[in-house]
């Protein structure tokens, strides 16, 4: 006696069809969640550097573009970022701030005070990669020689070299020493990682920016 196999065949198409359809559901998850995943890793890899960058900085390495030896460490450490002398995209920026007083104003030849008294101002800065695409959140000086110093007649008095933002916490604190103790030469040094995610393409966040930064 021969048997039908109809329901066996409707049976395995329904399985077909629910397994295409959660397929539908579950491949944009699965590549959301990948594609999240990525830019948090991203994320903490320009942290990371971000703080190990200002460390260096603000313990008095130079990362001036003679001092080649500390330039090509800091190179490895960003390995992972993908982030080179010549990279397109991505930048590493070092700055440091100045708290501009009387006594700084009177020292640059300026009795009756000067224009950034009272203000924050860049002493110095130093680009390692994309210079001319890449900015810094802490404002532009208007000049700085080969190694990123700021004159000290545009620091003292040039308003393009205040730094706007700076850290209110900071300010607060450096106010308040003055105030008190009348100290002068208070410094901040920046760190400043920025970076592309071109490798997170596939998943959306093409040319979108991943940016981090430590104050010391």
């Known amino acids: 006696m021969s048997r039908s196999s109809k329901p066996a065949t409707r049976e395995c198409g329904s399985v077909t069809v629910e397994f295409v359809l959660c397929g539908l559901l579950m491949a944009p998850l699965l590549l959301g969640v990948t594609g999240v995943g990525l830019a948090l890793v991203r994320d903490i890899q320009v942290q990371q550097v971000a703080r190990d960058a200002g460390h260096m900085y603000a313990q008095g390495i130079d990362f001036s573009p003679v001092q080649t030896g500390n330039r090509n460490l800091l190179m490895r450490i ?27 104003c009177k020292a640059g030849g300026y009795s009756n005070g000067c224009a950034n008294q009272g203000s924050y101002a860049i002493s110095k800065r130093v680009v390692l990669g994309d210079s001319v695409n890449i900015k810094s959140a802490f404002g532009q000086p208007p000049a700085m020689d080969s190694s990123g110093n700021v004159q000290q007649s545009v620091m003292l008095n040039d308003a393009r070299d205040r730094v706007d933002p700076f850290s209110p916490a900071i300010a607060a604190l450096w106010q308040a020493q003055w105030t008190a103790n009348q100290q002068n030469g208070q410094l901040a040094y920046v760190s400043e990682v920025i970076v592309t995610s071109s490798d997170l393409a596939w998943t959306g966040f093409a040319g979108s920016y991943k940016t981090a930064a430590a104050i010391f």
């Open 78 to 104: 960003a390995r992972s970022l993908g982030i080179t002398e010549t990279s397109p995209s991505k930048a590493i920026i070092l700055t440091t701030v100045r708290f501009v007083t009387s006594i700084d």
